[in-house]
């Protein structure tokens, strides 16, 4: 029984050596892997880092390209507001010279009527002119053949004589 006593024992012993062995090796592991864990939590840390100064950066930049274009649109809504105004007033301007121009021109309404009634008349007159003249020439004609046959019986007497 001692010698299975020994072998018991040394059995444990092995035992213990493996065991303690391999506590040794994960310890090591253990070790190993809490290093490779403090490398990716640094690294995590220095990524978070650089992506928040990035976000940061990025966010500066569109806060200042907001800024750029709220500062271009007040300029462009400022031109096109005095662009406008200066049309207003070119238009009202211009507007007050036309009804000045109406206002002066209404003094001659009355002669409007007139001038159709001088119209009318004119034509008329016109129409009777031209029917005197057609009237005249007409006279003339027969003064004409009158006289050309008043010439020819002359000559016929003054010749039968």
């Known amino acids: 029984m001692t010698i299975f006593l020994i072998l018991v024992c040394v059995g444990l012993f092995i035992t213990l050596a493996v065991v303690l062995f391999k506590n040794k090796a994960l310890k ?10 403090t490398t990716v939590k640094q690294e ?6 650089e992506t928040e100064l990035s976000l ?3 966010q500066k930049l569109i806060d200042q390209q907001v800024a750029d274009m709220r500062t271009e649109a007040d300029r462009i809504r400022q031109h096109y507001e005095t662009e406008a105004r200066k049309i207003a007033e070119t238009s009202q301007t211009q507007l007050s010279k036309a009804l000045e121009d109406v206002a002066a ?6 002669l409007r009527d007139a ?4 119209r009318q008349t004119l034509e008329a007159a016109m ?9 005249a020439q007409a006279l003339i004609e027969q ?5 050309e046959t008043e010439r020819q019986s002359l000559q016929l007497t003054g010749t039968v004589q």
């Open 28 to 37: 090591r592991l253990v070790a190993q892997r809490e290093g490779e864990i």
């Open 127 to 135: 129409l009777e002119a031209g029917a005197l003249r057609d009237q």
């Open 105 to 110: 021109l209404r003094r001659f309404a009355p």
């Open 56 to 58: 940061n950066e990025a």
């Open 44 to 49: 995590t840390v220095r990524v978070r880092t």
């Open 143 to 147: 003064s004409r053949s009158a006289a």
């Open 115 to 118: 001038e159709v009634e001088v």
